[in-house]
């Protein structure tokens, strides 16, 4: 079992959490919560030992696009990089699902 940490820098708040997938069968879950930061901070906890190169590219990839204020907690058991990119993307699309209904709005 692996425990990773990275920190990316944020220009936003996220408001809301957020939660999607699960772990087991090759799956992973990704919570997403508010910072008290402004800096994504993410926390990987995998099956998979030796892979850190390729979550750092992942995630790299991942916040280039994306730059909020979050903890961002990463349960993984084997899942492919694909599945990862996959997986935050949903978690931001839900917090900001949940973002917009907490406020009134819908999208």
């Not at 996220?14 to 772990?23: E, I, K, N, Y």
């Not at 930061?37 to 099956?47: C, E, K």
Request: without cysteine.
């Amino acid at each position: 079992m692996e425990h990773l940490t990275f920190d990316y820098p944020a220009q936003r708040t996220v408001t809301t959490r957020a939660h999607v997938g699960v772990v087991g069968s090759g799956d992973l879950e990704v919570l997403l919560s508010p910072a008290d930061a402004q800096t994504a901070h993410v926390i990987v906890r995998t099956s998979v030992d030796g892979y850190s190169h390729i979550w750092k590219s992942v995630l790299d990839r991942f916040f280039t696009r994306y730059d909020g204020a979050a903890l961002i907690e990463i349960n993984d058991f084997g899942a492919t990089p694909g599945v990862v990119a996959l997986r935050l993307a949903e978690a931001v699309e839900a917090a900001e699902v949940n973002d917009g209904a907490a406020s009134g709005n819908r999208p």
